[in-house]
Nanobody, 124 residues
């Protein structure tokens, strides 16, 4: 049974940092592309970052470039999202997603597996 479990969310002040983690039970994690999405109240789920199975290529939404970094540790079946210089508009539930296949990595509908999400709240 595939499970993705996010952790690391919380309440921070603007300009602060958080590191999110996503632990996956996927047997073939080392060969699986992973992504992070977020969803703010009343808004659609939006792409944040993606990392291919090797970790050699990463992709970011324009809104987080230069502030967020996605990484992975295949030996731990874990992906991370380091978030720096946080802004109030980053407030959302952050979701870990796995396996977009050959579908567009920036579309939520591409991903086969999802975690339950972790809340990130950035106060001004």
């Amino acid at each position: 049974q595939v499970q993705l479990v996010e952790s690391g969310g919380g309440l921070v002040q603007a300009g602060g940092s958080l590191r999110l983690s996503c632990r996956a039970s996927i047997r073939t994690f080392g060969g699986t592309d992973m992504g992070w999405f977020r969803q703010a109240p009343g808004k659609e789920r939006e792409f944040v970052a993606q990392i291919i199975w090797t970790g050699q290529s990463t992709y970011y939404a324009d809104s987080v470039k230069g502030r967020f970094t996605i990484s992975r540790d295949n030996s731990k079946n874990t992906v991370y999202l380091q978030m720096n210089s946080l802004k109030p508009e980053d407030t959302a539930v952050y979701y870990c997603a796995a396996d977009p296949g050959r579908n567009p990595y920036y579309r939520a509908s591409s991903y086969r597996y999802w975690g339950q999400g972790t809340q990130v709240t950035v106060s001004s």
